[in-house]
């Protein structure tokens, strides 16, 4: 649309009306000639018409509909099963043109992530769609018989989708999800063995139990023993003070066992001072929102675990998500938001956030940090850390990543960790500077609401932490981490060298091996179960639909013979299910454990 | 989230507890409401809650993102008056109606206010009006009722007129944790869809076999210990129901959680906390640990009044019950005159 207020009489009047929808034709005398007047005479007509276009365009804009909050509608099960096809049609177009005509320009993997193949690509939404296809026909002649009992005429609890991909796909493989166990999680586990005489309606024990080797647990240190000091001591607590407080912190809920853990972690850190919480989801959850509001921005990383999701969405705060592990995006996405301010009000941010965690445990990646510090005070932002899976896992004394990276523990403001992963405990800290803990000490709703940690919990985790930093006067917390550091570096090369695909560090202890799809992780799961190696399978929902795979949790409580066990196992289920499918160069060198 | 045989025990023994066909565990108290009522509850539907509900279910209901309606504390009356202008829009736009689902979530005993929840009336209304109803059971699990099974045991009232009862372990029964029990039709979704459930580690072994071992207590002893307890706390309520003038207590009788409360607030509720504080602090001086009532108060939907939490316990003894109330006493006219 072309509003001129004055036109040069050079321009040819045909320019002047072809404006839009209201194209006229003059005469193809020249209307130059005839002078302004006449132009703007034009003018008039192009204004008028370009005004009755916007009164047309206006009127058709009915005043503002009222806002309707409209309930978000699934479709039918038809039109998400054409959905998946017509995906698996373009791709099978696409494959087939690469094929007679490659591509030549390739798109720059990002680090350490190596793509498969569009084959591949095709074969997943190929199964997606049969599965769906399969279900949609079957629940057409039969529907599904599962019916709430004594809610006649009720809305029904569970409509669309979710319902229709846990009834027809995740209903088969049930099976390799939610296994039950009947032993200590230690390097070697009692799998309790599971048959099901309805296709996955229902599943039943048959009360064997199979030994296997525990690949599946985050048993990062080798803690989770029923044995040793850990277990003398809590044992002592609990006939000492019983196994619980009944009451939150503020409300005659702390005891001596309580502070002298803070203490404890606050030393281990290297910060002023810690504050623990009975449970490391609950941590994320009920911290976040005292922590942060509206107002205030928040950078998170696109893989960030859900106890993140849900407490930066409970406190009300903005948050942007940057591609993982980017410091370049994170940093553009930052600097774009300051410059811009609140977006409806382009006032300035309370405060920024940068929410990254240590280890992402779908991804086996570790964060950037010293980047991130670079980024952080470049621009004032603060920097808090999950280290969940880090904790204990990484770093050369198990400071988690702020020592793996050298940086120093004052350059991270808020350092957040749980005791379930590295300590074989459960609960969470969140440590820092004293004004900070200060503050949640205050504010927080673990402190004023739930309940506090339980002592023999506690005890567990002072005595491993004691043990971890060699306060106990042994080399044993020394000898774990090595162990660890040298499991993790073997497994990772030799699973590499043998042409599966896998993502994340070299050093990171959790290890997810891609297979892409969904059949492919069950039979690997029962496969590798029926050879004695109990690993976990994961697909969607907690990853990308295109992402379903194996995912290893390396342990210093593993020896290189049980390694070597594993490894050879997983080759040749590899070869089973044909998942080999790295396409880069292996070295033939062997490598040392 | 990993189960061990002793998680899966545990779960059977509560199932079987209350007469119902599955449950689920979790591992801290406050996850289990802040997480049950989310898997089911999504944008567009409508809760209907009291207005005196436990923070964790707030919390619950806030992550949920449905609409929620607060009615008056243990008033069917007022619940019953929201349904029917709700049944008067609903007429309007069945298609709508017909894609909403209701929710009326209560609790048994309230925490907030020792109030023991008007059941029956409650029941009749969700029937009508075709609400699921969520119950959170966690002062009254094993404290209510002739065989110690709560609320609806105390009422008489079918399992199957609940949709969902939630509880934690951690107030009465003495563990960590908590737990959901209904049909498996309901509960078994929330194996895969509960945040507290799926993304969290499970309870520490130790811990679920100690609660195994409150179950099978409860079980064998549990109507006699109600009717301690029970009688233990009409003692106490009368007791303290004559303390101060300026003072007045709230809470069931049978409840074993009651309130104190100032009469007249200063109107500022800072104010209010710093005075029981003080009486808090005498209290102690006189033989009693008593604590203020802690809550955020910014944070609550409905910010209750400062308040001082009296529990009771099974075994205190008459004697006792006496010092606390002179204790209280000698407090409440040192602070206030």
Same mark, same amino acid.
């Given at each position: 649309m072309v509003a001129h207020t004055e036109v040069s009489p050079q321009v040819s009047p045909e320019k002047i009306l072809t404006v839009g929808e209201c194209s006229e034709t003059r005469g193809s005398e020249s209307v130059s000639s005839k002078g302004p007047d006449v132009l703007c005479e034009q003018n008039e007509i192009v204004s008028h018409k370009n005004s009755n276009h916007v009164a047309i365009a206006g009127s058709s804009t009915v005043p503002h509909p009222k806002k309707k909050s409209y309930k978000e509608e699934d479709c039918s099960l038809f039109v998400a099963f054409f959905t998946f096809l017509s995906y698996g049609v373009l791709l099978l177009v696409g494959y087939i043109k690469e094929f007679f005509v490659p591509v030549t320009t390739k798109e720059k993997d990002r680090? @350490?992530?190596?793509?498969?193949s569009p084959f591949t690509n095709f074969t997943i939404y190929l199964s997606y769609g049969v599965l769906f296809f399969v279900g949609y026909v079957k629940e057409f002649f039969y529907p599904p018989s599962t019916k709430e009992k $004594?809610?006649? !005429?009720?809305?029904?609890?569970?409509?669309?989708?979710? =319902?229709?991909y846990t009834r027809n796909v995740y209903r088969r493989i049930q099976d390799c999800w939610n296994r039950a166990i009947c032993s200590v999680p230690g390097a070697e586990i009692d799998l309790m063995e599971r048959y099901t005489p309805d296709y996955g309606w229902t599943i039943k024990h048959t009360g064997k139990t199979i030994r296997c080797i525990n690949v599946g647990s985050y048993n990062y240190l080798g803690f989770a023993e029923n044995k040793g000091p850990c277990h003398d001591a809590a044992e002592e607590v609990t006939r000492e003070v019983g196994i619980t407080t009944s009451s939150p912190r503020w409300e005659l809920g702390t005891m001596e066992i309580h502070r002298k853990l803070e203490s404890l972690v606050a030393e281990f850190l290297g910060v002023e001072d810690a504050i623990t919480f009975g449970m490391g989801f609950a941590t994320n959850v009920l911290n976040l929102p005292s922590l942060l509001g509206p107002g205030c921005l928040v950078l998170s990383d696109e893989f960030n675990h859900a106890s993140l999701i849900l407490g930066l969405r409970l406190s009300g705060a903005t948050v942007k998500v940057f591609q993982h592990n980017n410091p370049e995006d994170l940093e553009k996405k930052l600097r774009e938001a300051i410059v811009y301010g609140h977006s409806r009000t382009r006032r300035p941010w309370k405060k920024a956030v940068i929410v990254v965690e240590g280890i992402y445990s779908m991804e086996g990646s570790i964060c950037d940090l010293p980047n991130l510090v670079r980024i952080k005070n470049k621009y004032k932002a603060y920097l808090y850390v999950d280290e969940a899976h880090s904790i204990g896992a990484l770093g050369s004394h198990g400071g988690g990543v702020v020592d793996y990276y050298g940086v120093d523990p004052k350059e991270v403001d808020i350092h957040m960790g749980t005791f379930t992963k590295s300590f074989g405990a459960a609960g969470g800290y969140i440590a820092g500077s004293k004004d900070l803990i200060n503050h949640l000490r205050v504010t927080s709703h673990a402190q004023v609401y739930a309940s506090s940690m339980s002592p023999p919990v506690a005890q567990q985790i002072i005595t491993s932490m004691?043990?971890?930093? !060699?306060k106990d006067g042994s080399t044993e917390g020394r000898r774990r981490i090595q162990q660890l550091s040298r499991n993790v570096k073997y497994f990772r090369q030799r699973l590499r060298q043998m042409g599966f695909i896998v993502y994340g560090h070299d050093d990171s202890p959790v290890v997810p091996m891609l297979l892409y799809l969904i059949p492919k992780i069950s039979m690997f799961v029962r496969e590798l179960t029926k050879r004695g190696v109990a690993g976990v399978g994961v697909g969607f929902p907690a990853t990308k639909i295109t992402g379903g795979r194996m995912r290893f949790c390396l342990s210093a409580a593993h020896t290189k013979e049980m390694l070597d066990k594993i490894l050879k196992e997983v080759d040749e289920v590899g070869y089973l299910t044909s998942s080999h499918y790295s396409r880069e160069p292996k070295s033939q060198e062997p490598i040392e454990w | 989230m990993v189960v061990l045989d002793v998680h899966l025990n545990l779960e059977e023994r509560l199932a079987a507890y209350f007469n119902c066909e599955a449950a689920v565990l979790y591992s801290y108290g406050f996850s289990t409401s802040a997480s049950a009522v989310p898997a089911y509850a999504k944008s567009g539907d409508i809760i209907y809650a009291d207005e005196c509900i436990n923070f964790a279910l707030?919390? !619950?209901?806030?992550?949920?993102r449905s609409r929620i309606v607060y009615f008056q504390h243990n008033d069917p009356e007022d619940l019953h008056r929201l349904l029917k202008e709700q049944a008067i829009v609903d007429a309007k736009d069945p298609k709508r109606a017909n894609a909403t689902r209701k929710f009326l979530v209560v609790e048994g005993v309230y925490f907030n206010t020792g109030e023991v929840c008007a059941l029956p009336q409650l029941v009749v209304l969700r029937r009508q009006y075709k609400l699921r109803l969520f119950l959170d059971e966690s002062v009254s699990f094993g404290t209510l009722g002739p065989h110690s099974r709560g609320i609806t045991d105390h009422? $008489?009232?079918?399992?199957?007129?609940?949709?969902?009862?939630? =509880? =934690?372990? @951690?107030? !009465?029964?003495?563990?960590?944790g908590g737990f959901c029990v209904g049909t498996s039709f309901v509960v078994e979704h929330q194996r895969l869809s509960g945040l507290g459930y799926c993304f969290s580690a499970s309870l520490p072994p130790m811990l679920a076999a100690a609660s195994i071992k409150v179950v099978d207590i409860l079980e064998e002893e549990g109507a006699s210990l109600v009717e301690q307890l029970q009688d233990r706390s009409t003692q106490m309520h009368r007791a303290l129901t004559s303390l101060h003038t300026k003072v007045n207590i709230t809470g069931a009788e049978l409840s074993p959680i009651k309130h104190i409360r100032l009469s007249e607030s200063s109107g500022d509720r800072q104010c209010d906390e710093a005075v029981l504080t003080q009486v808090v602090h005498k209290a102690e001086e006189y033989g009693v640990a008593v604590t203020v009532a802690s809550y955020l108060y910014d944070r609550e939907a409905n910010a209750p009044q400062p308040s001082i939490r009296i529990t009771v316990h099974k075994n205190l003894t008459d004697a006792q019950i006496d010092t606390t109330r002179d204790a209280l006493t000698h407090a409440?006219?040192?602070?206030l005159g």
């Open positions: 680090e @350490e992530v190596e793509l498969c $004594n809610r006649e !005429g009720y809305v029904p609890l569970y409509i669309g989708f979710e =319902s229709f004691v043990i971890i930093m !060699g | 707030q919390r !619950g209901l806030q992550a949920s009422f $008489n009232i079918p399992m199957t007129e609940v949709d969902l009862l939630m =509880s =934690s372990l @951690e107030l !009465g029964a003495g563990g960590t409440f006219t040192d602070v």
